[in-house]
């Protein structure tokens, strides 16, 4: 089966009733990333941190995937799919999605303060500080905040270099390292693009300027063209 590699952003949880982060009524336009995404801000006040995550963590658990998920999920069918997000939902897999890498963490776990290698799966939506780890230390939700390392993305960029297909989701392709994996796409492999606006890439690819749920519906189409 041919190799299709798919990286997906906010965007792709939209539909889901899952906001963005840079659109208009984005998640950073009401909230200080400095506040509440940083190592720093942990550090300053995790109370607000944790409040930040746990009302995303509630929104999750009420939000199901969209037709844009299940229609990647669908995908398998035709093609060996690898999905490298930078999303922390879970939508993905819960839509069927066999092989998920997430990029940014994980909203549904929470990791030791002391040892990156601890992570735990979150009970209900509600971390807690008080929460501790097998070593004692407060537990903190396992996302890559901005200034943290991406402990996947060698991973990602070998899945990336072996794709017979890449296509870009979602995403604003603001947010590095994550938006340079385009540039390890093998010359000449064929790249599609859904997003419902305009984005910036300096590669040649094709654009299907719509939403994730009709964009996958049309992207489908193409694919089964090239079979
Ligand atoms: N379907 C597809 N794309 C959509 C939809 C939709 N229904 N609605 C909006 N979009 C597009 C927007 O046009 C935009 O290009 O999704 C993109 C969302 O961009 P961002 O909000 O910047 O989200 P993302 O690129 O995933 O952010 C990257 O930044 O805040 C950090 O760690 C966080 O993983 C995140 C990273």
Redesign the pocket.
């Known amino acids: 089966m041919k190799k299709l590699v798919v990286l997906s952003?906010?965007?792709?949880s939209?539909?889901s009733g899952i906001r963005?982060?840079?659109?208009m009524g984005?998640?950073?336009e009401e909230y200080d990333?400095t506040e509440v995404?940083t190592p720093q801000a942990w550090a300053k006040n995790p109370d607000l941190v944790n409040r930040f995550y746990n009302e995303r963590r509630k929104q999750l658990l009420e939000s199901e995937p969209n037709a844009?998920h299940y229609g990647l999920a669908d995908l398998e069918k035709l093609f060996d799919v690898q999905i490298i997000t930078?999303?922390?939902d879970d939508l993905h897999e819960r839509a069927g999605s066999s092989k998920v890498l997430h990029?940014?963490g994980e909203l549904k776990k929470a990791r030791s303060s002391v040892d990156e290698n601890l992570i735990y799966d979150i009970d209900g939506w509600e971390l807690k500080i008080g929460d501790s780890c097998e070593k004692g230390s407060q537990l903190r939700p396992h996302i890559?905040w901005?200034g943290e390392a991406v402990p996947a993305i060698e991973e990602a960029m070998r899945i990336v270099q072996q794709a017979d297909i890449f296509v870009v989701?979602?995403?604003?392709?603001?947010?590095y390292p994550?938006a340079g994996l385009i540039n390890y796409v093998k010359r000449g492999t064929p790249i599609f693009l859904?997003?419902?606006?305009p984005?910036d890439v300096y590669v040649n690819f094709t654009f299907i300027q719509?939403?994730?749920?009709k964009?996958v519906e049309l992207l489908k189409e193409k694919l089964q063209k090239m079979l």
């Open positions: 952003g906010a965007g792709m939209q539909e963005t982060f840079r659109d984005g998640l950073w990333v995404a844009g930078q999303n922390i990029l940014h890559v901005f989701i979602g995403t604003s392709m603001n947010v994550a859904i997003d419902p606006n984005v719509e939403k994730a749920s964009g």
